[in-house]
């Protein structure tokens, strides 16, 4: 009799306990929203200007190299400015070799997004480097005779492609509008 009283009671709770089916949780992705962003025109004593966003921070050097820091997405956009001496095609070369040298660990480099503005004379290319790498986008601008800006994105972490795809398609497009609006003095 006890028995039966022991195994009624086991069987009670086996039977309550397989009520609440456990389902597996679904996979959580990171939503990243970003404001939109307004744009202001940088104006320094460089022979050049453009417009950044807001949301990022500006420092220009003596030799007219910036800066422009992106806090919320923690990263920067390095430009390095270069005065054309009859020597575009030797520049324009070394920052192709730049932007190759992440070829042992992109995953890939599709073709460069050339960009030609013959009313102000600007003429460059935004190359979107998919993969762990330091640095996913690259570009250069140039009016062809006198000026070459060209630029890398960097984030101020472990690279991570899958996670900071989000923050690299909003800071392009900061970087397009960049060399959209450049105006060469």
Not at 2 to 10: E, H, N, S
Not at 60 to 80: E, F, G, P, R
Not at 151 to 159: D, E, I, Q, T
Request: proline share 4%; aromatic share 10%; glycine share 2%.
């Amino acid at each position: 009799m006890k028995i039966k009283i022991v195994a009624l009671i086991v069987l009670s709770f086996l039977i309550k306990s397989c009520k609440n089916d456990v389902l597996p949780k679904p996979n959580a992705f990171l939503k990243l929203e970003y404001p939109e962003a307004q744009y202001q025109k940088i104006v320094s004593n460089c022979p050049f200007a453009f417009e950044i966003s807001q949301e990022s921070i500006v420092e220009i050097k003596d030799n007219c190299s910036l800066n422009i820091t992106y806090l919320k997405q923690n990263a920067v956009i390095h430009i390095t400015y270069r005065k054309v001496d009859r020597n575009l095609e030797q520049i324009l070369k070394e920052v192709e070799k730049l932007t190759y040298e992440h070829t042992s660990k992109a995953d890939a480099i599709p073709l460069a997004d050339t960009y030609e503005n013959e009313l102000n004379k600007v003429y460059g290319k935004i190359i979107n480097i998919e993969g762990d790498v330091a640095s996913n986008i690259q570009f250069n601008a140039t009016d062809s005779v006198k000026n070459v800006l060209y630029g890398s994105l960097y984030f101020n972490v472990k690279p991570n492609y899958d996670s900071i795809i989000p923050a690299i398609n909003y800071i392009e497009k900061d970087i397009k509008n960049l060399m959209e609006t450049i105006d060469w003095k």
